[in-house]
Nanobody, 126 residues
Framework: QVQLVESGGGLVQAGDSLRLSCAAS????????MGWFRQAPGKEREFVAA????????AYADSVKGRFTISRDNAKNTVYLQMNSLKPEDTAVYYC???????????????????WGQGTQVTVSS
């Protein structure tokens, strides 16, 4: 069982940066693939970024490549999402999710993730 708690959301202007954090419970955090997803009003939940458990490989949605960076600190049981050059279209509730343990492929579908946080709101004004 893994419990996830996101933090770091807020209201920013276009071009600003934010760093989201997701604190995880459980002693096997290091063996979970961790992902970030987002959901805007009236839209489906979409993949943003993910980081593997073993090699630290990463995957990004095309819409955030070059602007967002996912990282993890296994000693702190925390995964981060650094978001730079934010755009109004990045406005959404951002969710942290865990897949695993020990999965070999970094999944981008929400259906592949087993545990979810409660979400944190990110609002980017133009």
């Amino acid at each position: 069982q893994v419990q996830l708690v996101e933090s770091g959301g807020g209201l920013v202007q276009a071009g600003d940066s934010l760093r989201l954090s997701c604190a995880a419970s459980g002693r096997t955090f290091s063996r979970y693939t961790m992902g970030w997803f987002r959901q805007a009003p009236g839209k489906e939940r979409e993949f943003v970024a993910a980081i593997g458990w073993n090699t630290g490989g990463t995957a990004y949605a095309d819409s955030v490549k070059g602007r967002f960076t996912i990282s993890r600190d296994n000693a702190k049981n925390t995964v981060y999402l650094q978001m730079n050059s934010l755009k109004p279209e990045d406005t959404a509730v951002y969710y942290c999710a865990a897949q695993g343990p020990g999965m070999k492929i970094i999944a981008t579908s929400p259906r592949s993730y087993d545990y979810w946080g409660q979400g944190t709101q990110v609002t980017v004004s133009s």
